[in-house]
């Protein structure tokens, strides 16, 4: 079998332009399907606009000479048979669904750059020892019914359908009726579960802004981080804003904002990669010449280290018990998630470097601070992800950019990656 070196007038920059601007015209092409108005996308799951992009990427697929198929939760596989094809395959992809009104390239990018790299591989190299699948997942952002992950969820068996019963959408719709009325969820359709997949790679735009600042091609991703919610309840005493004097109140607000200042302060002192958001306030009575009698906040808590963020997470938990106490208020907290970092498998993020420097792409290895579905095939194989620029670091968003240069380089990377690891040395030494 020819090396991918030896292939005449191919060098790196050539081909990742080729990918580049093949990326660019399937994503335009993609957006299509629950674009709107606004310029943004809007594909929930189980919607028409989902259920018509799946069938136009099997379509897509089944021209590149895939073996495609769905499975009952609504995951789309487009399989390249290798030569050993009991041998456990290599996977890569992402998620098809969107938030609403979203960008064009969340989940979207590392489905179309999976397609163009591995179509290329098959053109060139033909058919890998291990075979490669490429998937495009049923759901990731939890932006129709109250469930994340449903898609990479079902695949590693941490959602069964006992999950979903009695689970509505906004507009009352039970999460099962969407499923059927899209075409999914039958008993005789494939069981989504799956104990045959030797590794997962996804290639995913930042959705953050460190890429760009640093000019950077490639974010090697060394883990995804570790997520404690918390909602913060306090309790003081309504009372009039006039005829009460400063020290003799229990405002729960004014109680409230030294927490958050607390916590805004610690995490800043603390230092990267950690961070701390306090996202949902809200007050009783809210009225403007009441003394708030409760407050309630939300905290959310990031970090890659379990130790250090539950370690983080004690220590305001403590102060703001302290800060309660001194203002005369009581506080109640509940953690309502606990996700533990994801690391992502060393000898992956290590071949992921070296092809970077082989070929002379700048690259950092960084945390994810965004939840994705690696993090959820990382529990059950070993599993990479790599990221390239977003502009602004915008994301969710109509205003979502990466240049066709950085998508390219991105496709570029992946091919390298599939090809070490379903054709060439990788696959022959086990590098996994």
């Given at each position: 079998m020819e090396t991918w070196s030896e292939l005449p007038g191919e060098g790196a920059a050539e081909l990742a332009a080729s990918f580049g601007r093949e990326a660019e015209q399937l994503l335009n092409w993609l957006s299509g399907y629950g674009a709107d108005p606004q310029g943004g996308v809007t594909?929930?799951?189980?919607?028409?606009?989902?259920?018509?992009?799946?069938?136009?990427?099997?379509?897509?697929?089944?021209?590149?000479?895939?073996?495609?198929?769905?499975?009952?939760?609504?995951?789309?596989?487009?399989?390249?048979?290798?030569?050993?094809?009991?041998?456990?395959?290599?996977?890569?992809?992402?998620?098809?669904?969107?938030?609403?009104?979203?960008?064009?390239?969340?989940?979207?990018?590392?489905?179309?750059?999976?397609?163009?790299?591995?179509?290329?591989?098959?053109?060139?190299?033909?058919?890998?020892?291990?075979?490669?699948?490429?998937?495009?997942?049923?759901?990731?952002?939890?932006?129709?019914?109250?469930?994340?992950?449903?898609?990479?969820?079902?695949?590693?068996?941490?959602?069964?359908?006992?999950?979903?019963?009695?689970?509505?959408?906004?507009?009352?719709?039970?999460?099962?009726?969407?499923?059927?009325?899209?075409?999914?969820?039958?008993?005789?359709?494939?069981?989504?579960?799956?104990?045959?997949?030797?590794?997962?790679?996804?290639?995913?735009?930042?959705?953050?802004?460190?890429?760009?600042?640093?000019?950077?091609?490639?974010?090697?991703?060394?883990?995804?981080?570790?997520?404690?919610?918390?909602?913060?309840?306090?309790?003081?005493?309504?009372?009039?804003?006039?005829?009460?004097?400063?020290?003799?109140?229990?405002?729960?607000?004014?109680?409230?904002a030294e927490m958050i200042r607390a916590v805004r302060q610690s995490a800043t002192l603390h230092g990267a990669p950690l961070v701390a958001t306090v996202g949902r306030l809200e007050l009783e009575p809210n009225v403007p010449n009441v003394i708030p009698g409760k407050a309630a906040f939300t905290v959310d808590v990031r970090h890659d280290d379990e130790n250090v963020l539950g370690d983080f997470c004690s220590r305001m938990i403590s102060e703001f018990k302290e800060i309660a106490d001194y203002n005369g208020v009581a506080m109640a907290h509940s953690l309502w998630m606990d996700v533990k970092p994801a690391p992502m498998h060393p000898a992956l993020t290590d071949l992921t470097e070296t092809i970077c420097r082989e070929h002379r792409l700048s690259y950092k290895r960084m945390v994810s601070g965004a939840g994705h579905d690696a993090q959820v095939f990382q529990r059950m194989c070993p599993t990479a992800m790599v990221f390239v620029p977003s502009r602004g670091g915008i994301s969710h968003s109509p205003l979502e950019y990466t240049s066709p240069d950085d998508l390219g380089r991105g496709v570029y990377v992946l091919g390298r990656m599939l090809y070490q690891l379903g054709y060439a040395e990788a696959y022959k030494g086990g590098v996994v």
């Amino acid at each position: 079998m020819e090396t991918w070196s030896e292939l005449p007038g191919e060098g790196a920059a050539e081909l990742a332009a080729s990918f580049g601007r093949e990326a660019e015209q399937l994503l335009n092409w993609l957006s299509g399907y629950g674009a709107d108005p606004q310029g943004g996308v809007t594909r929930l799951l189980y919607s028409d606009s989902w259920a018509e992009a799946q069938l136009a990427l099997a379509e897509r697929m089944k021209r590149a000479g895939f073996a495609v198929s769905f499975d009952r939760a609504g995951n789309l596989f487009g399989r390249l048979e290798g030569e050993d094809c009991d041998a456990p395959a290599i996977m890569t992809g992402s998620h098809i669904d969107t938030v609403a009104s979203g960008g064009r390239y969340d989940g979207a990018y590392g489905i179309i750059a999976a397609l163009l790299a591995v179509e290329h591989l098959q053109r060139r190299f033909g058919k890998p020892r291990r075979s490669i699948e490429v998937i495009a997942l049923a759901e990731e952002e939890g932006s129709r019914f109250p469930m994340t992950y449903w898609g990479s969820g079902s695949i590693a068996g941490l959602y069964h359908e006992g999950h979903i019963e009695g689970m509505r959408d906004s507009t009352g719709i039970e999460f099962r009726q969407a499923m059927k009325s899209a075409g999914f969820g039958k008993p005789e359709q494939k069981d989504c579960r799956r104990s045959d997949i030797a590794l997962f790679v996804e290639l995913h735009i930042e959705q953050g802004i460190v890429l760009e600042r640093e000019s950077t091609s490639i974010g090697i991703v060394e883990a995804i981080v570790g997520q404690k919610r918390f909602a913060i309840q306090i309790t003081g005493e309504a009372n009039h804003a006039g005829t009460t004097p400063m020290r003799m109140r229990k405002d729960a607000l004014a109680a409230a904002a030294e927490m958050i200042r607390a916590v805004r302060q610690s995490a800043t002192l603390h230092g990267a990669p950690l961070v701390a958001t306090v996202g949902r306030l809200e007050l009783e009575p809210n009225v403007p010449n009441v003394i708030p009698g409760k407050a309630a906040f939300t905290v959310d808590v990031r970090h890659d280290d379990e130790n250090v963020l539950g370690d983080f997470c004690s220590r305001m938990i403590s102060e703001f018990k302290e800060i309660a106490d001194y203002n005369g208020v009581a506080m109640a907290h509940s953690l309502w998630m606990d996700v533990k970092p994801a690391p992502m498998h060393p000898a992956l993020t290590d071949l992921t470097e070296t092809i970077c420097r082989e070929h002379r792409l700048s690259y950092k290895r960084m945390v994810s601070g965004a939840g994705h579905d690696a993090q959820v095939f990382q529990r059950m194989c070993p599993t990479a992800m790599v990221f390239v620029p977003s502009r602004g670091g915008i994301s969710h968003s109509p205003l979502e950019y990466t240049s066709p240069d950085d998508l390219g380089r991105g496709v570029y990377v992946l091919g390298r990656m599939l090809y070490q690891l379903g054709y060439a040395e990788a696959y022959k030494g086990g590098v996994v």
